[in-house]
């Protein structure tokens, strides 16, 4: 299948998990997984993670630090793909402030996003 075809794919999906309110962490990580591998970039990841705020961190569902901090990864990940440092740096700071540990992974991106921003 090409690129496009699976985030339809899953977009379709996800359509699903989100009239069932079935939303839990582990599906947010899996659609930024999905957009990150297939550059798919024609989302907004701030919203994303308002989204993810909204549903599942304000609820009582236990947080998984390890799965939070990949979501945020991966929506760091999402912009510098698309070459937009100004939010990659931004949610870098959001990160941070939250006391997740910013390692090589992090740098990585940020290296990528420096590239493609030219």
Same mark, same amino acid.
């Given at each position: 299948? $090409?690129?496009? %075809?699976?985030?339809? +794919?899953?977009?379709?999906?996800?359509?699903? #998990?989100?009239?069932?309110?079935?939303? *839990?962490?582990?599906?947010?990580?899996?659609?930024?997984?999905?957009?990150?591998?297939?550059?798919? *970039?024609?989302?907004?990841?701030? %919203?994303?993670?308002?989204?993810?705020?909204? *549903? #599942?961190?304000?609820?009582?569902?236990?947080?998984?630090?390890?799965?939070?901090? $990949?979501? @945020?990864? +991966?929506?760091?990940?999402? @912009?510098?793909?698309?070459?937009?440092?100004?939010?990659?740096? $931004?949610?870098?700071?959001?990160?941070?402030?939250?006391?997740? +540990?910013?390692?090589?992974?992090?740098? *990585?991106?940020?290296?990528?996003?420096?590239?493609?921003?030219?």
């Amino acid at each position: 299948m $090409k690129p496009r %075809e699976i985030v339809e +794919l899953f977009q379709k999906f996800w359509s699903v #998990i989100e009239r069932e309110g079935r939303k *839990t962490q582990e599906n947010f990580v899996v659609i930024f997984q999905c957009y990150t591998d297939n550059s798919f *970039t024609e989302f907004d990841p701030w %919203e994303m993670l308002e989204d993810y705020r909204r *549903t #599942i961190a304000d609820s009582h569902v236990a947080r998984e630090l390890s799965s939070l901090n $990949k979501l @945020y990864y +991966l929506a760091l990940l999402s @912009y510098c793909q698309r070459g937009d440092l100004k939010n990659a740096v $931004k949610l870098l700071q959001q990160v941070k402030t939250e006391g997740f +540990l910013v390692d090589e992974t992090y740098f *990585t991106a940020l290296l990528l996003g420096n590239s493609r921003a030219g």
